[in-house]
Structure formats: C-alpha cells, structure tokens
C-alpha cells in the first residue's frame, strides 16, 4: 500500500440499536473515500449446512431460528420453497392466515424499529430508555405497538418469537374465529396508533439525502406484496421468483461472514425494504394506509433512505389495517394443513419481511430429506448498497472530525434496520464454487 | 447487590438469533419501570450508551463458536458478580450445535467461496463449558414470565424460582389432551423442563425440547416408549438431536440408541 501517511481510517468498533453485531471501517486516502466496509463479524450459523439431512418437516421450526426479530418471516418463505417443491398449494383460508401471522410480525418489527431504535437519532437520544423520560407517552404508544402485534403472532402462532404452529400443507392448529375477535378492539387501537405515527415521524427532520436506487420487491396484483408476487424493481425488472439466481448473484467477501447480493448483470447494489416497497407498491396500500402515505409530506418514490422511517410507519398502518380485514373476513381453514405425499424435487419461495425480501430454495429427496438448502435475507441484500450509500455520504462530510462522520454513519445505518443475525446466520450453500 | 446505587447489568450476545435479548424487549408493561430500577450498562440492541464492568449481573445470549466469542466470556466472568444464561444456544450450544457431529471445514467451504476469511471453532458449546453460570434460563426463547422472575428475584435479592418439573405437567395443569398417548405424536415432553405453558403440545404437536432436559431426565425409556409406539428410529433420533441436541442427556440417549441401532 502506498501513501500511508495519508491514510486516515475510521472505525467503529460495534454498533449499538441494530439487530445483533457489526462494526464500520471507513478509510479515506488522499483526500477520497477509499473503502468503506460494513464489516459484519458475528460468526455464522451454517443453517443451509445443518439443514442438509434434516426432514423437510423441521425445517420451518429450524429456519425460525436463524432470527428472534423475524421467524414467521422465514417460516413463511420455508414453508412456501418447500410446498412448490412437493406440488402442493394450499388453499385461500390458509393463505390469509399466514398473512395474519405476518402482519403480526410486521407490526412487532416495524414498532420496535420506529420507536426503540431509530427515534433517539431525531431527539439526539443514546436510546428510547432515555427517551421516554422526556416523552414517556411517545415510548409507551411504540412499546403497546409492539406488544399488539406480539399479541397477534401468540394467538395465531402461539408465541411470538418463534411461533410453533406454522407447518409445511399450513398450520398445526388454526385459531378460532371467537380467539381473533379478541384482537379486534386492541387493532383498532392499533390503527389509530400507527396513523399517529405517521403523523410523528413526519414531523421529524430528515436529512437530506437522496440515491440512485434500484428498488427491488415483490409485486402483487391484488393487494400490497406479502406472501407472494412476481419480483420487480424501478429499473423495470419482472420476473418469477424462481428466476431468482439468475438474476441475483451472491459474492464473499473479506470483512463480512454475510454475503453481499448483487444484480447479476452489471454487479450493481440495489434497494429491499419498506422504503423500496412504498416506491414500488404504494398503489396497492388499503385505503387508510394509502391515505397516510398521501398526506406524510413525503413524494414517492422517495430517493431518501432517511425517509424509510417513514415508510415504515405507513406499513404499521398498513399492517393494522390489513389484520382488521384479515379478521373479519376470517374462515377457519379447515383442515389446518393439507395433506401431502413426499416426493423428490426442487422450490423455492420469496416473501416480504419486514426487512424485504426473503428468498429460500430447497432440494428434497423422496424420503423428504432436504439435500440442499439456500436462504437469501433482505439484509445481505442490502449490504452493498449500506456500504455505497455510505460512501456517498462520507464523501460530502470528510472534514468532520472521526467522531462526528461514525455518528453520521451509524445513523444512516439504521435506517435500513440491518439485521445482522439473519445475514450471517443464513448463508448459502454451494459445494462447487469456481 | 450494592447496598445503595442500582444493579449494574448487561446484557451480551454470543452466536444466537437474538431472540432471547428481544424478549427482554418483549416485557412491553415492565420495561421501562425495570431499567428505572437497574443501570443497564451494557445492552448493544437496546442503547448506545456503554459502562465498563464491573457488573452486578451479565445476561448472556448465544453460544461460543468462535476464539473471540471465548474471550468474550472470560471477560465477562471476570467483570461480572452474577452470570446468568438466556436460553438453548447460551445453555447447551443451541441449533448451531448441530454442527458439532460435522466437518465444519467442509461447512465453510460449502457455504463461503473464501474459506480463509472464516474463523470459526470445530464446535458451538455452552457458556458453561467454559466458565461458571450462576442461573440458566431456558428454552428458544426463554419465557418473559422466566426472565422477568429472575430479573425481579436478582434486584430483591433472592434466589429465583424456576420449575424444576416437565412440560407434561404443564400439558395437565392447563388440561392439554396428551398427544403421545392419544394420537401417538412422537413428544419429548416427559422429559422437557417446563416454562414454555405446554405450548406445542396445545397446538396438537410433539414438544421438541426447546427448553431442554429437565434434571434426571430419562431420555433412555422415553424413546423406547416412543419406539414401542412405532415412531420410526431415525425420527427419535432426529427429535434427540435438535434444538437442545448437545445437551448431555440428549446427546448421550441419541449415542446409546444408535449403536442400538448398528
Ligand atoms: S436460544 Fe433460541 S431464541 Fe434464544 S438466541 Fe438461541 S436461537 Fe435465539
Ligand atoms: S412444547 Fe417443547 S418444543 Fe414446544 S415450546 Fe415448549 S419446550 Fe419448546
């Protein structure tokens, strides 16, 4: 290496108000930003080695495990990859119950995200502990979010982190109508809480900032990507999920046990996550969400990652919203599971985690016996293009002393709510790599 | 704990989902009157603010699987007065533990292209393989009600109460139709530590001992009960090697009933 006098390295060490542990290293030579590394330590997981050998009925308890924040997420991917590789399809009731437990997800994640790790930055906060001293209102409303959507996930999954009743055909058990009807009144709640939130966080200061995103997401036709859709993005992509490795490409690299995803074609970074789908999908939200989305001062498609936040609230009033509809048009999936014969094959699935899209694919043997596994989460997706985005935003602040440009970082880091336990613990497996 | 002041406590996280620190987070009514009671010191997720140790109490999540995690652990029971573990990974090395009857040489070059930048030890192992653990909170996840027990007792200075008895009990307490005995569902119940509410078997499936063996355990006569009731070998053996798999009672009955097997 060459002019290390010159070399000024800037580094955190851990991050603090993200899911699980990773660290920045930026180092600027000459006056340029030379490398900016989202470095993710965390050891990983080797779920898609362990999962080989395992029965395909395991394996949406085992991939709940990869993380606490999003299980149902991928349980829902899992099961799904695994149904497209047995032939099967269940049915409507069952679909729209999956999608409940979702929502309940998205609810508790979006909740946690909005109120207990972002909202310090815009207080000039250490934490929401520290918040609620001064607005223990706004604490406490993210707090009964977030146990409502807790509340949705125990009854149709029986707890919330890691739900034991998602199986492969459907669900061990479907609730009763009469047991869903109790979340009515807390949903509304809900609904109200979450338009106040919109309402919150759009009168907050956002930093300008604005990039040249590839939104990428699932699409649907007929209401706002969850379960399923075609996946596309604002360059104009369309395409079947089981296009995905065609397109998407994993690569490895040195300072991270997550791999980076990267289009394929030219090895450009691209955008997943709430912010991407309300550029994408907006025109599908429910009525009340797509009202919020109108009316939050924000004009989508929004080039500002700061404004994920935003996003974000207006999927909480999404999510509540669709959970009150998913409630009163509920219909007892009977039978809970659909029947299945093993049979060798090959599927995979793509849903919407709360973080963005979420790709699984399994191989199964006709014992049921997964022969290989893959698992893409949103934030391997996304790390690529952490790590360009804050390249940009370093280079428009390098005469900031150290301390200042790593509290820039961190907080332009959060907007993507990485979750670094989900992209080091699902990675992928490939015997062949040359 | 110190006469006057608040407890300092800190909560660490090793290889885990986080799952188990997200129930901390979880006890939405209790949060924020706990961290008015205690100092919480050391808590990555949850603030950005950092106190070194010493601590009165360190929650730790997650199992040891690298060199550095090791060291990790050392230190905090250096800096630390009560350790106490939070669920599978932490107690008995978790799901990741599953790795540990494998190559993980050929799981990292299965997974990453350039094996070189991975470190990562042979084994996933439980804290207390290396250090000493003062109380263990089960279960993937631990139960809020648990760790809210345990945080309370801590702050009054007491001893916590935790079940010492099986999910089974738990199954009769709440008058859960037993799935082993009534539609032969293969359930590792009877030997399970409670704590979960018996919530599988109330979902109409088989516990697959997320909270792991309970004390005295007798993994052995479970799974020739489970036998005898037709549950084919490779799937007791399957259920044994799961999510609590490394735990001694588990790994040993899964030993002993595959050399039954040979
Ligand atoms: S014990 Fe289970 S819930 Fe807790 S950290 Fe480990 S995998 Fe996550
Ligand atoms: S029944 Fe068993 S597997 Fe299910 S949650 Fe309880 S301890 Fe875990």
Redesign the interface.
Known sequence: MIATNETRTIRLESMTRVEGEGGLRIEIRDGRVQDVNFDIYEAPRFFEAFLRGRSLREVPDFTARICGICPAAHQMSAVQAIETALGIMPGQEIRALRRLLYCGEWIESHALHIYLLQAPDFFGMESALTLSKEQPELVKRGLELKKIGNEVMTIVGGRSVHPVSVCVGGFWKAPQRQELLKLRTRLEWALQASLDTVKFVSGLKLPAFAADYECVSLSHPREYAMNDGAIVSSAGLNIPVRDFDQVFLEEHVAHSTALHTVRAEHGSSYLVGPLARMNLNRSQLPPAARQAANECGIAWPCPNPYAGIVARAVELVMASEESLRLIDTYREPEPANVEYAIRAGEGCAATEAPRGLLYHRYRINDQGIVQSARIVPPTCQNCRRIEDDLRLMVHGILDRPDAEIVDACEKLVRNYDPCISCSTHAVRIQINHR | MPANGKPRVAVF???????????M??L??E??DL?GQME?CYF???????LDGPYDVALVEGSV??E??LERVRDIRRKSQTLVTLGACANTG???A??NM?D?D?????????PA??H?LAQ?TPIAAHVTVDFAING??ISREQLLEVLTSLLIGRSPQLPAHSVCVECKRKGTVCVLVSKGIACLGPVTHAG?GA??P????GC?A?YGPMESANADSLCQGLAARGVPRP?IL?LLN??TGWAEEFRSAAERLERATT
């Not at chain 2, 990555?44 to 950092?50: C, G, P, T």
């Not at chain 2, 050929?106 to 350039?114: S, V």
């Not at chain 2, 109330?202 to 499936?205: D, E, K, N, V, Y």
Request: glycine content about 8%.
């Open positions: 996280k090793l290889a885990s989902c986080d799952g188990c620190q997200l129930q987070l979880n939405e009514d949060l924020l961290a919480i990555l997720e949850a603030r950005s603010q950092v699987t690298t550095h995690d978790g799901i990741q599953l790795r494998q993980v050929e799981y990292t070059r299965a997974i990453y292209a350039n930048y991975i990562a996933s993937c996840p979960c919530v599988c109330g979902f109409g499936r697959f997320c799937e399957r799961g999510f």
